[in-house]
């Protein structure tokens, strides 16, 4: 069975960092991709960071490019996400997905949360000013 988990969310202030890791149990083969989501109270869940494990391929949305960067380990259990210069527009509860890397085949269907099979449990993030 494919699960996902979610951790290391926190409070942070302005201008601090935070790693969060993302632990996959049950994926037995080399051809999943895995995606950091965040969703606002109020607002869509929106995907911020992608990464395959086929190919290595990673993928942000503007928003974070420069200072979030997404990583897995060499087994590939775990996905992380380094959260740098952290803005309290980044203050959201974080999901990671996971599908097979055959339905990401451009650079923008990564983006969409309902297209991946697999959802851990959120963990909150929350910076203040």
């Known amino acids: 069975e494919v699960q996902l988990q979610a951790s290391g969310g926190g409070l942070v202030q302005a201008g601090g960092s935070l790693k969060l890791s993302c632990e996959r149990s049950?994926?037995?083969?080399?051809?999943?991709?895995t995606a950091w989501f965040r969703q606002a109270p109020g607002k869509e869940r929106e995907g911020i960071a992608f990464i395959s494990d086929l190919d290595g391929r990673k993928y942000y949305v503007d928003s974070v490019k420069g200072r979030f960067t997404i990583s897995s380990d060499g087994a590939k259990s775990t996905v992380y996400l380094q959260m740098n210069s952290l803005k309290p527009e980044d203050t959201a509860v974080y999901y990671c997905?996971?599908?097979?890397?055959?339905?990401?085949?451009?650079?923008?269907?990564?983006?969409?949360?309902?297209?991946?099979?697999?959802r851990g449990q959120g963990t909150q993030v929350t910076v203040s000013s």
């Open positions: 049950g994926f037995d083969r080399d051809d999943y991709a």
């Open positions: 997905q996971s599908d097979f890397d055959r339905k990401f085949d451009d650079d923008r269907s990564w983006r969409k949360y309902y297209r991946y099979k697999w």
